[in-house]
């Protein structure tokens, strides 16, 4: 099989089979579920190696290799722990695109889902606005307001209930703080991050271009985002997809929540104690680097403590919900979520504190699973609560 034309083809050869991808301090945690090589870092490039050399059947390979690259998280500790510094994201998305034909069910569910309606779940595109059920008037004042501040929700804060939240509280404290936000619901588009997971790039520049058309139609210069996938996204595949940088700035949820306390412009009367610890999302912490504005956050909040876990930051543990594991492989998903909350555990917290969707909705479902009583939420409706105005 003729693989010389991929982007990222000599780094299929320069892997030094040491191994730093499979264990290091964050672990693959899909290898540390299923211990299968072929879904490590190391196991996949010498996959598409042999596969190019001939050196295994095609069809075999080819099968294996999608088997790898869709048990595969995307949590980037293995790229973080890479000896040789080899882009293994990028090679993943890559790599996908040569299974296209022999796509797992529920990733191919997931695209005709998109296709059809624009978020992942397929439900009606004119529902989109189901999250902000608890708002009502506020968001009857912001939807499509031309203003300079705008909030992208993505398709998990916006059709799960529960999850929805968490952009609730942060424009309920925007209201208190006398700001204004522009929300756009009706006219979102998935941020395409399933497409490029699932190695579909031209249908993610598709609502990339359109993402961002409806961006500057409402003339936003600062969008604010809180779900951790569309924030990698937005920052980092949306200037390659478009070759173009983007026209506006993206700030995470944190750092708008933690400007407005700077500013003084919310009162945070609230100090009941309660300990807490903040789970760092892969894709924010990770993949973009955001690591300091959630600590920095938690700090100005009265009455909260704030214990690390033992894996934090650079080394944080997955959740298990990334990279489309969680509809293709859920036992999977489950178990690596369960490895987490047993550090989670460990610090004998109130709080599992979070700011990213589906890591809150796999980490919450596999709580409540093993019976415990830690409350898991967004930061946001932390800070909310810190205001004793929920
Ligand atoms: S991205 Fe995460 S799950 Fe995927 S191979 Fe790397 S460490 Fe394993
Ligand atoms: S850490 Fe990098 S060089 Fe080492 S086995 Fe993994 S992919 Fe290969």
């Not at 929300?183 to 249908?203: A, D, R, T, V, W």
């Not at 709080?351 to 898991?376: H, R």
Request: glycine share 6%; charged share 25%.
């Amino acid at each position: 099989m003729n693989l010389k034309g991929l982007q990222y083809y000599n780094e299929l050869f320069i892997c030094a089979y040491c191994a730093y991808c499979v264990n290091n301090q964050a672990s693959c945690p899909t290898y540390h579920s299923t211990l299968h090589e072929i879904v490590t870092g190391r196991g996949k490039l010498i996959t598409a190696r042999n596969l190019s050399q001939g050196l295994i059947d095609s069809e075999e390979g080819l099968d294996a290799l999608r088997d790898g690259l869709f048990l595969c998280t995307f949590c980037g500790a293995c790229q973080e722990n890479c000896i040789v510094d080899i882009p293994l994201t990028k090679v993943y998305s890559e790599l996908k695109t040569l299974v296209q034909d022999r796509l797992p069910k529920y990733t191919i569910r997931v695209f005709e889902n998109l296709n059809k309606e624009h978020n992942i779940y397929g439900l009606d595109q004119e529902d989109r606005d189901i999250w902000s059920y608890d708002i009502e008037e506020l968001y009857d004042e912001w939807v499509n307001l031309h203003h300079e501040t705008g909030f992208f929700l993505g398709c998990v804060y916006s059709y799960s209930g529960r999850a929805g939240r968490g952009p609730t509280a942060v424009l309920k404290l925007a209201k208190m703080a006398n700001e204004k936000i522009s929300i756009f619901s009706p006219s979102e588009y998935c941020c395409g991050n399933p497409y490029l997971l699932g190695g579909q790039k031209e249908k993610a520049k598709e609502f990339a271009e359109h993402n961002i058309s409806e961006i500057q139609r409402l003339g936003i210069k600062d969008l604010i985002i809180s779900c951790a996938g569309c924030y990698r996204v937005f920052t980092e595949e949306y200037p390659q997809l478009t070759g173009k940088d983007l026209p506006f700035n993206v700030i995470s949820h944190m750092k708008y929540m933690k400007d407005l306390i700077k500013a003084k412009k919310i009162n945070l009367s609230n100090d009941s104690p309660f300990k807490v610890t903040y789970k760092d999302p892969c894709e924010l912490g990770r993949h973009s680097g955001v690591y300091d504005v959630a600590r920095e956050l938690l700090l100005s909040l009265p009455g909260i403590e704030n214990r690390e876990l033992i894996n934090n930051r650079d080394k944080a543990l997955c959740c298990g919900s990334g990279g489309l594991i969680k509809v293709n492989h859920p036992e999977v998903a489950n178990d690596i979520a369960n490895r987490l909350i047993t550090q989670i555990v460990e610090q004998e917290v109130d709080i599992c504190v979070n700011a990213c969707p589906s890591c809150l909705l796999n980490i919450d479902e596999n709580i409540k699973m093993q019976g415990l009583e830690i409350k898991t939420i967004d930061i946001a409706e932390l800070v909310l609560d810190r205001t004793n105005n929920t």
